[in-house]
């Protein structure tokens, strides 16, 4: 019921053309009443009464009832269709919105496959019931009222006779609702699983050639496969275990029909002309009973279908937008942490970091992998919101930031480049659709992408594959630079941004940075130390703590963990200027 009062929730503005549909699929019903009456009319007048002039008349009333019923229900059809797209686009507008809405937790936990499920087979189902299974309710339904009232009219010990077999049709239809539902859930969920393998496999095809895991992944596949095999086959099996039952009672109509109409015709109290018309109307209790079977097959789908795609829509993002600040005009970009802390569910991963940047500075952030470097910064674009603790900008937490403002002055490289099937400069105009192509091509020289974008066949109309393939990874580092550059943040993050470029190119992109930089805040995450040594503040991580801080050369004299991770990469130096020289000798060679 519940989920009925959520579709119609969706109908609702369409309710006219769902009154007109229903009316005229009443219509209908009603004129499969005409043809066996008049059936009934030409036994008892033509054949028997011998009026043969009125066979014409009446076989031509029966074509033109035929060929009204063909009309209206092609227009009532085309209605409900219509009615059930125009809700299918608005409840996938709506499930993409909140696709959009929802935090990053949501997309930790979710399976990309259930997603694609809930977005294409429920969302069918939805429709599916929508355009065929409200009227065809509604239409068995009726057939059924009128056929009975018809023959209660004719004859009402007959029509009794018939209707008392009814009920046990009902109640075989009842249980096998009940029965059948939950294996409509199994299917479905089953169906969700073999889409994320599939997606999964497909997104990560290049592992599994890599690894030559190809037969493992097929067979990880097939036992997927299997199971929705099976799946379906025990829906199946709970669905024939009652549907010939269901089929005989029908047949048990004929017979009643038969035996007590035959025995009625013996006896005079009904003419061979009204058998023929209740035999006419036998498909008329026939129909709907045997449809009820496979209606309220298509109820449960919906049921279930609807569920998933109502809780979808009833996901809460953890991650509100309560802002009480707006003011983005003035939006400086100091970012300051106050004893910040942070967990995945029960995972601490950030202890109590503690930092203030202002604009113009820029920090590097350093540490072993899983330190929580990215964590960290994700705070700030409030990706995740803090277990306790204050990410500020401006002096005024992030949690009071319009969230659009707030992500609107930020850019951030992600670590895991994404880029779209779409030509480089579109990619690099994502942030910025407006800018010119000089501004792309000065963002994608500050970038140093200009230089390999220009020697590509198609320049910068170049279109770059799912995810960027075609590309090398230092190319789609550069190409995620050059579009967080055109974006001209007050923050630019850059996580591992750098980390496949080589050392020379990495060089020239921090030497250029430093001019557009010069009113931003920075953040580099990196392990290299060549990507932070030039920082006016570097963090060191360990931990999810900040074991180390401060500048390049206080960090080696302190002689700890940076100090370590900086003779690791440069040789064993004490002195910090042969560093930077062995950086630009690397560099320059
Ligand atoms: N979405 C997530 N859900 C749960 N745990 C996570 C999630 N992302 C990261 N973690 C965990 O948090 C810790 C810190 O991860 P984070 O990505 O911040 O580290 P990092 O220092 O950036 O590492 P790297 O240098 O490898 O990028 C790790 O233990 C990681 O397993």
């Keep these: 019921m519940q989920s009925m009062r959520w579709v119609w929730g969706y109908i609702r503005n369409d309710r006219v053309k769902l009154f007109v549909g229903l009316s005229l699929s009443l219509v209908i019903s009603a004129l499969n009443m005409v043809n066996p009456y008049f059936a009934g009319k030409i036994v008892d007048k033509v054949i028997f009464g011998h009026q043969t002039s009125l066979l014409l008349p009446l076989l031509a009333i029966m074509i033109g009832v035929t060929i009204v019923k063909t009309v209206i229900r092609y227009n009532y059809q085309l209605s409900f269709e219509r009615i059930s797209q125009g809700v299918i686009f608005k409840l996938r507008e709506k499930l993409y919105d909140r696709l959009h809405q929802l935090d990053f937790s949501f997309y930790d936990r979710t399976k990309t496959g259930d997603i694609m499920a809930r977005m294409t087979g429920d969302l069918e189902a939805v429709r599916h019931f929508i355009a065929w299974g409200i009227y065809m309710i509604f239409e068995n339904f009726t057939i059924l009222v009128f056929a009975l009232v018809f023959m209660f009219s004719i004859h009402p010990p007959l029509a009794f006779a018939m209707l008392a077999v009814t009920p046990i049709i009902g109640f075989f239809a009842y249980k096998l609702a009940f029965t059948v539902r939950p294996t409509f859930s199994e299917v479905r969920a089953q169906f969700a699983r073999l889409n994320s393998v599939v997606q999964e496999n497909i997104s990560g095809n290049r592992v599994v050639k890599a690894f030559a895991k190809e037969d493992y992944e097929i067979d990880k596949f097939s036992v997927q496969n299997k199971e929705f095999k099976e799946k379906n086959l025990l829906s199946a099996r709970v669905w024939e275990k009652y549907l010939p039952v269901l089929d005989s009672l029908a047949g048990v109509l004929s017979v009643v029909m038969i035996l007590v109409g035959g025995f009625m015709v013996i006896k005079g109290s009904i003419t061979i002309g009204q058998l023929v018309t209740f035999n006419s109307l036998i498909w008329a209790l026939n129909n709907p009973m045997r449809m009820a079977g496979w209606l309220i097959n298509d ?247 900040i074991i180390e801080r401060g500048k390049h050369q206080e960090l080696l004299e302190k002689k700890g963990y940076y100090y370590h991770v900086f003779k690791n990469q440069f040789g064993n130096f004490d002195d910090q200027d042969q560093g930077k020289e062995v950086i630009s000798i690397n560099g320059a060679e």
């Design 299 to 545: 109820v449960q789908r919906f049921i279930a279908s609807a569920e998933k795609v109502e809780d979808l829509l009833n996901v809460k993002s953890k991650i509100t937008n309560d802002a009480i600040c707006y003011n983005v005009k003035n939006f400086k970009g100091v970012v300051e942490f106050d004893h910040v802390s942070f967990s995945y569910g029960d995972e601490p991963v950030l202890e109590d970091i503690n930092f203030k940047v202002i604009p113009g500075q820029t920090v590097g952030i350093i540490g072993p992998t899983g330190a929580g470097k990215s964590t960290l910064v994700n705070l700030l674009s409030r990706f995740y919101d803090t277990t306790s603790g204050e990410v500020r900008v401006d002096g005024v937490n992030v949690k009071d930031w319009d969230i659009h403002h707030l992500r609107e002055k930020i850019a951030m490289v992600m670590q895991d480049i994404f880029l779209y099937s779409d030509t480089i400069e579109g990619n690099i105009a994502y942030g910025n659709p407006e800018a010119s192509i000089e501004s792309v091509q000065f963002a994608a020289k500050v970038a140093e992408a200009h230089d390999f974008i220009s020697e590509l066949p198609g320049g910068y109309d170049t279109i770059v594959g799912e995810r960027g393939v075609g590309l090398s990874g230092g190319q789609r580092q550069r190409i995620a630079l050059a579009r967080a550059i055109l974006k001209d943040p007050t923050i630019l993050i850059l996580d591992d941004t750098t980390s496949a470029v080589d050392m020379e190119t990495e060089l020239r992109i921090q030497n250029t940075l430093k001019s557009i930089l010069q009113e931003k805040t920075c953040f580099i995450i990196a392990h290299r130390i060549s990507s932070v040594m030039e920082a006016d503040l570097i963090l060191v991580m360990n931990n999810g703590r």
